[in-house]
């Protein structure tokens, strides 16, 4: 692509977004990309219209595998030849080998069945669902902080007042508590409580890992009380936070775990709930209490069994970029006190908070033009997360680090004052 191409590519794609979807963020994307769009990904690395290449250090926990994966494109190319879309009247392979996959990969022998979606909300909406009519109850208790999607039943389960406040009423019956133990006995008295839901670590809330004891707290006393545990693993799972999933690494043996961003390889959009059979009973019982027309499209089907194998391949390899992003960002931190207020994640999973929210979009906007992309967090907008994929080299980690060592190192005064951070 020319840059004269590129240009006009750019210009054309903005103009569009600006016209058709929303001029605010055709205005963010056009900061973001010094006024370059997305043209091609390929690894660890998103080529722009204008020649440029940036590291891949966001796209808010999708690119777990990088862009363009060569085993998930080539299984779904081998699927586009052979049954892109599902007649939804027939069984098909492609749906029966996910599911079976899912079922022999997330927790063997307990989380047996398995329902498919395009996304985390509605995994969300399906697991919420089962839970409800399996016990008959309508409660659901969640956590002070979390983040589990913007389609109205999800969003109940939301923390943040911004995506709420505007909608309300939402679905009934979600009492959200403090990520604290002591918080935990009385969460349960009055209404009977059909689920509580969390994040073991609350990406959207600031990359928080919550407290081990706090949640087996919690699923503890959701078993005392004939409740299920249902775990949203959406960003933590498919080893981004290292294990499997956060939730059997922890011991907390949910009733469900909840899929969805990478288990679609970076190439196609695909969610699961993988549940026990108690919690799918409704379901076993009636197929067509939850349905949607993609569930389990073949496509995605085959990019989610190749994304699985593929993440298990690389396994090691994550634990040595975990390794590399925490030692790394420990010394940022203690290079740039007072701009960096703490270094939070494991894994693949990293957040850094900022001492205003200025700074961090500051940042966030000086990354990109210099060739990094991180996601910022909705609900606090004072720190960014860096997600490094999977296929990420080591001198892709020091560059990473280094870019933003450099960046915060540029920061102006004036970003840095408690002021400048405040809500407008």
Known sequence: MTANTGDRTAREALTAIRRHVSPQLALVYGMNGSGAVEARGEGARIHLSDGRAALDFGSYAVTLLGQRHPAVVAAVRDELDAMPVSSRVLGNRATAALAGALADWADPGRLTKVWLGLNGADAVEAALKLARRATGRRRVIAVEGAYHGKSLGALAATWN?????????????????????????????????????????????????????????????????????????????????????????????????????????????????????????????????????????????????????????????????????????ARLAERHAGLVTAVRGQGLLWGVEFATRAAAGEVLMELGRRGLVVSPCLGRPEVLRLLPPLVATDEDAEEALALLDAVCSAVPDEFRTPAAGARP
């Open 161 to 329: 007042a911004r995506y709420r406040e505007s909608l309300e009423p939402l679905l009934g019956g979600v009492t959200h508590i403090p990520a604290d133990v002591c918080a935990v006995p009385g969460a349960f008295g009055g209404e009977e409580v059909a689920a509580v839901l969390f994040e073991p670590v609350q990406g959207e809330g600031g990359v928080l890992p919550l407290d081990p004891a706090f949640l087996k707290a919690l699923a503890d006393a959701a078993r005392a009380h004939g409740a299920f545990v249902i775990a949203d693993e959406v960003q933590t799972g498919l080893r981004r936070c290292g294990p499997r999933l956060s939730s059997t690494g922890l011991g907390l043996e949910p009733d469900a775990v909840l899929l969805g961003k990478a288990l679609g390889g970076g190439v196609q959009p695909v969610s699961a709930v993988v549940a026990t059979p108690e919690l799918y009973a409704p379901l076993a019982a009636d197929p067509f209490v939850h349905t949607t027309t993609f569930s389990g499209h073949p496509l995605g089907a085959a990019a989610g069994v190749a994304a699985l194998r593929v993440v298990e391949e690389l396994a090691p390899r994550g634990a040595r970029l975990a390794e590399v992003f925490g030692s790394g960002l």
